[in-house]
């Protein structure tokens, strides 16, 4: 059966037989590539359905995921990029409790072994931390799981009515524990080191790859028992998007380097998507959340990647060291400043139309104050990016710290940097491809 | 010819050029300024084009029929004379900066500016008219933060934030429109809004305030006059705070008639304050181009009051005041600028006896003082007296107190004059030398004309600006 998720899981497996040679990464992004063109194919098995939506998003992921094979170097990381896409697929496309879960820890797995390529003390940190969450995530979600069955539930279907409160507790139960892994406030403490502290590809892939689709794919097996239990879960909800928001981006504005804040950023935005949560009787809803997806896949996995190569060309690390960017990496500051702004939010940039689709999906949801309130987030937020846009473009470099490393196959990182660009851009102007869905 | 062509390809353009050329390269301002001669023809060749009522639709693009999401672009009367004011802004604001440095990336911006600005005017539809509306500062923050004076980084990010979110209370009302309206299309939000909340009038009103700005939103501008390089200065007065006035007249007087009418005491209120505040504040100010830069504020509360009439006559004369204060106040930050430029200091004290070392540079800046403070033969003149007359017709003769803020105005601008121009020559003045780029003198010059010009011969705008309300004129004045 050749669908996207059976391409991408071979080829993982056999991915492993090439490491050391030249040929791994040519063959990955030959899958990948053949991938995109069953993009719209189920997994084939039980408990998994193919949607417009799902299709959509997993083009847009094997894309990115591109993108990724192409900057990364270390062998196994491309072997994991690859399995990463396989459990996406799996997890996007899960249409029954119990596919819902096998896929979701399949996807959990993948990124503690994506992490646990550790090679100093402070990636061992965050790895562990990640570790952490993720099995008190897996704890959570089990027992939510355990909680509905016993209410009345069934793991061989999605989660029509909860016909118990019991069932409903569990549900909530559950949602929770999949908030660990969207880092909403207060379980996102374990988020801010996990993400500095890692090897910046790898947070690109866990921030930028893994928690989108986690976000999508529980929006899409949640909305209706929200909608449902929307008396509840609507204030629940709202309060802890707008502390999720408010928190992210106060405590980024605080701090000195760059990935601690690109971090709180990405806490940021799981508030705006779990706006989409709170404004699941809008019809704007689903649309809104695949919107702040497609263009957050994008940005966020471009700014690490940034981040990324200035770190190993630099060691660059924090905001002073970023002065004067501009004069010595034309290219590299021009694409890490457009992606800053479309994480800000600034116009004909992806960024900007997720969150007015968001955002405008609040406000038909009725609830005008908690759009004003996610707004000034936002304009807060314009605070700490247009201020590392400052650093690279306005102050003057140190003279003290220009050290080079050159590194091999530039030309590569900048084709995956471009291709994260026409996504923001592309997705900044023309709105039409994802409201058909 | 497609006017998707006006709108994008600046922004690619200015891409190209920072991506491609490098840092100094002559070519880079005949570009720019060929760019803008090419914008100001299409927008007197709208001119031509349109219907003397109503809008010219020149197409809709990239739509999302769900949303309402649509790229329309319409043009009246208003939008084309905003839109030749600002290209030929841009083409003296060119000329005006013929030395600059790191002049790629410099005329880069500019032409980036261009884009946006044009979705601005063009755009009916309220959604992209907010992408243009925010899209036009990124080019001013970089402008801003790196071709500004000393303090120049607090005035970019400030001028950033602060504005910013402004824009935010206007794009939520923007989304109360649409939930309210089911359209995004600003011609028709009048018609489709049943009932307009009280929300959106504020939130707009507040919006529009800080650019434009009136008391007690203007902070920002301040700062960011003083530390942008002398022609963005013009750009920002010239540009951005008339995109101000633009949308408040288009989006709040003209989209929400009853509200305006029941709130104009609002704009009347806070366009005196502005008025006098600024008024006072540049007459105390010793720094050359704030007390500039508060003589426009002061002006711009002339605007917000003509535009408070809510009457035909008032917005008629609000616009030629628009159009005059940006013609007149350019050559004056053109001039503060230079005299910073070669005698480094910012204070009056510093400029006396200018006449005596540079006294064309002088005849200019003592021409546009005098426009400023209303001299008859003048734009001043004329926009003052029109907005005085306006405002009594509206509210009563009580309104003469407007002309006491002409008074004010020749209270700094000639008490200025006996300082900076006339005054004994001070050391300083005597050891700078003040030749000036024949090109950047060239663009004065071409200020000066214009403010005559149009001063002796308001009727060719007033033709032109009248008929873009003549559908208010029609109505009785009333709306």
Do not use: C
């Amino acid at each position: 059966m050749i669908s996207a998720f059976s391409i991408l899981f071979v080829a993982s497996l056999l991915s492993l037989l090439l490491h050391r040679t030249p040929w791994l990464k040519v063959f990955s992004l030959f899958s990948l590539i053949v991938s995109m063109f069953w993009s719209s194919s189920s997994v084939g098995l039980v408990g998994f359905e193919t949607t417009e939506f799902s299709t959509l998003f997993i083009t847009v992921l094997q894309i990115v995921l591109i993108a990724l094979v192409l900057h990364e170097k270390n062998d196994t990381t491309i072997t994991q990029i690859l399995f990463i896409g396989a459990s996406s697929i799996l997890l996007l496309q899960s249409s029954t409790l119990l596919s819902f879960i096998i896929s979701f820890e399949s996807l959990s797995i993948i990124s503690i072994v994506l992490v646990s390529h550790i090679t100093n003390e402070e990636e061992a940190e965050g790895a562990v931390k990640m570790f952490i969450a993720s099995a008190i995530a897996t704890g959570i979600l089990l027992l939510g799981v355990v909680f509905y069955l016993m209410g009345g539930g069934v793991l061989e279907s999605g989660i029509k009515s909860a016909s118990t409160p019991f069932a409903t507790i569990g549900l909530f139960v559950m949602l929770f524990g999949v908030f660990y892994k969207l880092t909403i406030v207060p379980m996102h403490s374990w988020a801010v080191d996990a993400y500095a502290l890692v090897r910046h590809s790898h947070a690109a892939i866990l921030t930028g790859v893994a928690k989108t689709v986690v976000a999508v794919a529980t929006f899409k097996f949640f909305a209706l028992f929200l909608a449902e239990q929307i008396s509840f879960s609507l204030p629940l909800l709202a309060i802890l998007a707008v502390v999720t928001m408010a928190l992210g981006n106060f405590l980024a504005l605080f701090q000195k380097n760059i990935s601690r804040i690109l971090a709180y950023s990405s806490i940021a935005h799981a508030g705006y998507m779990l706006l989409a949560f709170v404004a699941v009787k809008s019809e704007y809803a689903s649309t809104g959340i695949l919107y702040m997806a497609i263009a957050y896949i994008f940005m966020q996995t471009a700014v690490f990647l940034a981040l990324d190569t200035l770190r190993k060309k630099y060691n660059i690390q924090t905001l002073d060291e970023l002065k004067g960017l501009a004069k010595k990496e034309r290219l590299l500051a021009f694409f890490f400043t457009v992606q800053l702004f479309s994480l800000a939010g600034i116009p004909l940039l992806a960024g900007f139309l997720a969150k007015v689709v968001v955002f405008y999906a609040v406000v038909d949801a009725g609830l005008w104050y908690v759009a004003l309130i996610a707004l000034l987030n936002s304009a807060l937020s314009v605070g700490y990016y247009a201020w590392i846009v400052k650093h690279i473009y306005f102050d003057k470099a140190d003279n003290s710290n220009s050290k080079k490393v050159t590194i091999d196959s530039e030309k590569l990182l900048r084709v995956s940097q471009t291709i994260l660009l026409v996504g923001t851009l592309y997705f900044g102007v023309f709105a039409s491809v994802i409201f058909q869905v | 010819m497609n006017p998707l062509i006006m709108i994008f390809v600046p922004i690619v353009l200015s891409g190209l050029l920072v991506l491609f050329f490098e840092k100094e390269n002559m070519f880079a301002k005949y570009i720019a300024l060929a760019w803008f001669t090419f914008m100001l023809m299409f927008s007197i060749n709208l001119l031509d084009q349109l219907p003397s009522t109503g809008y010219l639709d020149i197409g809709q693009f990239l739509s999302v029929e769900k949303f309402g999401f649509v790229l329309s672009l319409q043009v009246d009367h208003l939008s084309v004379i905003m839109l030749i004011l600002t290209s030929v802004l841009l083409l003296l604001v060119t000329l005006s900066s013929w030395t600059i440095k790191g002049s790629v990336g410099y005329f880069s911006l500019l032409i980036l500016f261009a884009g946006p600005i044009t979705g601005v005017f063009m755009s009916t539809n309220l959604i992209w008219f907010f992408i243009f509306w925010e899209l036009t500062l990124v080019p001013m923050y970089f402008l801003v933060g790196v071709w500004g004076g000393e303090r120049r980084i607090y005035a970019a990010v400030k001028f950033f934030l602060y504005t910013h979110v402004a824009s935010m209370f206007i794009l939520l009302a923007f989304f109360l429109i649409y939930k309210e309206a089911g359209t995004f299309d600003m011609t028709l939000v009048k018609e489709a809004m049943l009932v307009s909340p009280v929300l959106i009038w504020w939130l707009l009103f507040i919006g529009f305030a800080v650019k434009m700005p009136i008391f007690p939103f203007h902070t920002w501008l301040p700062d960011a006059h003083v530390q942008a390089p002398a022609p963005i200065s013009v750009l920002l007065a010239g540009v951005l705070l008339k995109m101000g006035a633009y949308a408040m007249i288009r989006m709040v007087i003209l989209m929400m008639p009853e509200h305006s009418a029941e709130f104009s005491w609002v704009l009347l209120v806070l366009g005196l304050i502005t008025l006098f505040y600024a008024g006072f504040m540049a007459l105390y100010e010793t720094h050359l181009k704030k007390m500039v830069a508060y003589s426009s504020i002061s002006h711009m509360g002339l605007v917000t009051v003509a535009i408070g009439t809510v009457s035909y006559s008032g917005l008629s004369s609000a616009v030629y005041e628009m159009i005059g204060h940006a013609l007149i106040i350019s050559p004056l930050f053109l001039i503060a600028g230079f005299l910073h430029h070669r005698t480094g200091s910012w204070y009056m004290k510093d400029m006396g006896g200018l006449m005596q070392k540079a006294p064309y540079l002088s005849a200019i800046f003592v021409l546009a003082g005098l426009a400023a403070l209303g001299l008859p033969g003048t734009m001043g003149f004329v926009g003052e007296l029109t907005i005085l007359i306006a405002s009594i017709e509206s509210f009563g003769m009580g309104l003469i107190v407007v002309a006491l803020g002409s008074m004010l105005g020749a209270g700094y601008i000639i008490w200025t004059f006996r300082r900076v121009v006339y005054a004994e020559k001070s050391a300083l003045v005597d050891k700078s030398d003040f030749s000036m780029n024949k090109v950047e003198f060239f663009a004065l010059i071409l200020f000066a004309f214009a403010i005559v010009l149009f001063g002796l011969f308001p009727s060719i705008l007033f033709d032109t600006i009248n008929t873009a309300f003549v559908s208010l004129s029609t109505s009785g004045g009333a709306l």
